[in-house]
């Protein structure tokens, strides 16, 4: 990474650059704090304190933010997240908004898939690209365990749906946890590729409110190649990642191909294009950030777009050079991860 000092002065580029070389491309949008699951590394089983619905952004607010960011920061990627993004009124509409800014930006969403079967085909109506869906087993009643619900069928029908209706390709976001579900590398690849989905293994991040995450709970990357490769031949898949989280393999030879997001054990910081809006308006650079810069008090105090652009700019100039978490004096951020947004 190319290293410049605290004072440099930023350059004068309408992009969000910052004081390493790093230019963010992507812009992960978290709808709504709230979840209909209660994942055990997420949350706990009574749920947070959710943010109340006046300090949310209303859904013009967000599409004037996602409109600043593409037509006036470079942004070319949205990805809209939660929490559940699904729980989000208005959702389709927001979408539809996105849709129609010109340059029209790709358009993602991370989510629990339980609501999905019945929403895939309107969101793809209103301008969605494709999906992330998260599942870390494939067992109904370590399911149940795991998320405190007992909804693993619909999950299974929202991924069928979102693939029938074009949200493709549909990503599957795993976390392996030591003594929970580390068992299920294999079976879930193979899940995966017999759906034609494409899986990813995500290393667990300390992003949880009870801040209990344990590093010798996490299954790493290690880890999981040499599970996966005790049942399938693995290559690397050719080419530059760029900005992409995930290194991925080719599984037998391909076409089909296996990610791991290796954030704690082989930090990508040095290549990442992030930015981070959350669901009541403010700007994170980094998913570890322990500061934001508020967009929402612009807004309502009757700022210009290109003063709220000045300011996002300068939240991405201050970007650490990486989030820190192998480093001794660590410090989980504030929010959880249900509240920043995936």
Known sequence: MRGTTEASARPDS??????????????RVSLTDRCNLRCTYCMPAEGLDWLPKPELLTDDELARLIGVAVTRLGVTDIRFTGGEPLLRP???????????????PR????????SLAKRARALVDAGLDRVNISLDTLDPARFHTLTRRDRLDDVFAGMAA???????????????????????AVPLLRFCLDHGYQLRFIEQM????????????MVTAE?????????????????????A??????VDGGPATVGVIASVTRPFCAACDRTRLTADGQVRNCLFSRTETDLRALL????SDEEIAVRWRGNSWAKAAGHGINDDGFHQPDRPMSAIGG
Do not use: C, Y
């Not at 004081?19 to 963010?24: D, E, L």
């Not at 358009?107 to 339980?114: A, D, H, P, R, V």
């Not at 300390?206 to 709970?217: E, G, M, T």
């Open 14 to 27: 309408p992009l969000l650059v910052d004081r390493f070389g790093r230019v963010a491309t992507d812009l």
């Open 90 to 104: 208005g959702l389709e509409g927001v979408i539809a908004a996105t849709a129609a800014l010109a340059p029209r």
């Open 107 to 114: 358009m993602s969403m991370t989510t629990n898939g339980i």
């Open 162 to 184: 979102a693939r029938d209706a074009g949200l493709m390709p549909v990503k599957v976001n795993t976390v392996l946890m030591r003594g929970v579900n580390e068992d299920e």
């Open 206 to 217: 300390p992003l949880d409110p009870q801040h209990a995450w344990n590093r010798d709970d």
């Open 223 to 243: 880890e999981i190649l040499a599970a996966l490769r005790g049942a399938f031949d693995l290559v690397p898949e050719p080419g530059d990642r760029g900005g």
């Open 245 to 250: 989280p995930a290194e991925r393999w080719l």
């Open 300 to 303: 309502r105090d009757g700022a």
